[in-house]
């Protein structure tokens, strides 16, 4: 997708890691209150940051806009992109009703995978699959809240073919990634792609010439640009969400694709593997 038609906070995402630290704090206030900044003056914008107005400036034409105003109606079209009439706007609030915080919610996370399919780009998710199909083994990894997206996927992909297994543990992330031989993939989770362990575990992996697939959301990360494929998630997650759901649902969106162009590639033996484990488990039903 051309840079000029990409909605705003992809620019963002996208060019995050490239900001100054001054431009980052206009970013994570953009991206934290979307709705408030469209009715702020550049002087109001710099305060709330704590940054100079020419900082706010710098950064509109970093994400290739010719100033704030046209900065200020980019950010109002991606806030109505993803809004139908059906959904209520704003943050939850302690007056909302039951009905009101379901509606909020349901909004929230239709937007992260409304945001997540703009950013599918096919020649990643073609080239990730021809990783994981070739792969004699898969580990799939992440720290936190991501190491139970990487234990979904590895449940999910060993229902299917053999070879996929979650490590958690930071330490034994290391000493499974000097076993691993350039014939094996891993299969890692991180929201931000910049995290202390996930730079050490690429350290080790790519001396080991194994094939890295990152999921995160953010394209020009550290870790990133470390990675065989990159596949990104939408939800613009907060530095006090850690974790949020819509996130994860993003994610899980981005892991059923995957999993989905992976099994249809072999789908007699994928169809196999699928009735055996059914099988298996089938005792173990009242």
Do not use: W
């Not at 001054?22 to 002087?43: G, N």
């Not at 792609?193 to 730079?199: K, W």
């Not at 974790?243 to 892991?255: D, H, K, N, Y």
């Amino acid at each position: 997708m051309p840079f000029a038609q990409r909605n705003i906070l992809e620019r963002i995402s996208s060019e995050y890691y490239q900001l100054t630290t001054a431009e980052r704090k206009v970013a994570d206030y953009v991206v934290a209150h979307q709705r408030d900044t469209q009715f702020m003056s550049i002087s109001e914008l710099a305060e709330a940051c704590g940054v100079a107005e020419a900082t706010v400036s710098r950064f509109c034409r970093r994400l290739n806009y010719k100033g704030y105003n046209a900065f200020k109606l980019a950010l109002a079209n991606t806030a109505g992109q993803y809004a139908g009439e059906m959904f209520l706007s704003g943050e939850i609030s302690p007056e909302d009703s039951v009905p009101d915080l379901c509606q909020k919610l349901y909004s929230t996370e239709v937007e992260a995978l409304s945001q997540t399919l703009s950013m599918v780009r096919p020649e990643s998710i073609l080239a990730a699959a021809d990783i994981l199909s070739r792969a004699k083994r898969v580990l799939c990894m992440g720290q936190g809240g991501s190491m139970i997206m990487a234990e979904e996927a590895a449940h999910l992909f060993s229902t299917a073919m053999p070879g996929f297994s979650p490590v958690s543990d930071s330490h034994l992330q290391l000493i499974a990634a000097t076993t691993l031989t350039a014939g094996d993939a891993v299969l890692f989770f991180s929201y931000s792609g910049a995290t202390r362990e996930l730079m050490d575990l690429l350290d080790v992996v790519r001396e080991r010439g194994v094939k890295v697939i990152l999921v995160t959301h953010f394209p020009k990360s550290p870790a990133a640009a470390l990675a065989d494929v990159v596949l990104q998630c939408g939800a613009n997650e907060g530095p006090l969400q850690l974790g949020s759901v819509p996130a994860r649902m993003a994610q899980l969106f981005l892991v059923d694709i995957l999993f989905t162009e992976v099994c249809r590639r072999n789908e007699d033996a994928a169809k196999e593997v699928r009735e055996r484990v059914a099988d298996a488990l089938s005792s173990k039903h009242i």
